[in-house]
């Protein structure tokens, strides 16, 4: 949406509806026509996901290898990265942190660019429930395949008797997410505050749930995880 129409819009109800249930775009803008059109949110996401693996591939077979004893001011902030969320995964999980690990870093790089890239003019992500409920259906199908692992039956009864979290997980990334996108919005629609103004409440809504959120979400499913994973690894502990 431009700025132009949205000063010039005479309905507020008009500009929600737009935000809520924006048009669908193509995929890859007009390199095959109206062929693949997709959600706004989709678009941002398969590029995301194309952006990140590629830069996956080269910093693990060309960035890494380059890695020293004594870290340079880049190594130096990977490391902490991994080791906070290592140490999260480690205090929650410590049953399988190495795997929690993985996801929760995954998560992190996933909501926080899927969310900054709104800073740009790029529709986020996690604006879409269907992204927001795919990404808390991943969270809850590994909390199950790791109760089921460590503790069969049991595990996965005590993952699926709370099945609420799972529709609590979705709808507090949409709500969040989608409450700081209608806020800028409305800044943007009234002409007085429509300078300067906008810029601090974007930057600042847009860095603070992309924080809060991924941090959110990957503390619940380690949490979680480790409950359902905790009362095996204790029976093991006592029979050795």
Not at 1 to 27: H, R
Not at 28 to 47: H, Q
Not at 97 to 116: C, E, H, Q, V
Not at 190 to 200: A, G, H
């Amino acid at each position: 949406m431009k700025l132009s129409s949205l000063l010039l819009a005479g309905d507020v109800g008009d500009i929600m509806y737009e935000e809520l249930l924006p048009e669908n775009v193509p995929l890859f803008g007009g390199l095959f026509g109206d062929r693949f059109m997709v959600n706004p949110s989709f678009r941002t996401a398969f590029f995301l996901t194309l952006v990140v693996l590629v830069f996956s591939l080269i910093f693990r077979f060309i960035i890494f290898p380059r890695f020293k004893k004594v870290p340079g001011t880049f190594q130096a902030l990977i490391e902490k990265a991994c080791e906070a969320v290592e140490g999260v995964a480690k205090e929650n999980s410590p049953a399988s942190y190495g795997f929690i690990g993985a996801f929760s870093l995954a998560s992190w790089i996933y909501i926080g660019f899927g969310t900054l890239c709104e800073i740009l003019g790029i529709r986020a992500i996690l604006v879409d429930l269907n992204a927001c409920i795919a990404l808390a259906v991943t969270a809850y199908m590994i909390m199950l395949v790791g109760g089921i692992r460590f503790n069969r039956f049991r595990g996965a009864l005590g993952v699926l008797k709370d099945f609420s979290l799972l529709l609590s997980m979705s709808f507090r990334l949409f709500g969040a997410l989608l409450s700081g996108l209608l806020v800028s919005e409305l800044v943007y629609y009234f002409i007085q505050l429509s300078f300067v103004l906008p810029v601090l409440v974007g930057v600042l809504f847009t860095l603070l749930h992309a924080v809060i959120q991924a941090y959110v979400l990957t503390l619940l499913t380690a949490m979680f995880f480790g409950e359902v994973t905790e009362k095996k690894r204790k029976k093991l502990e006592v029979n050795a």
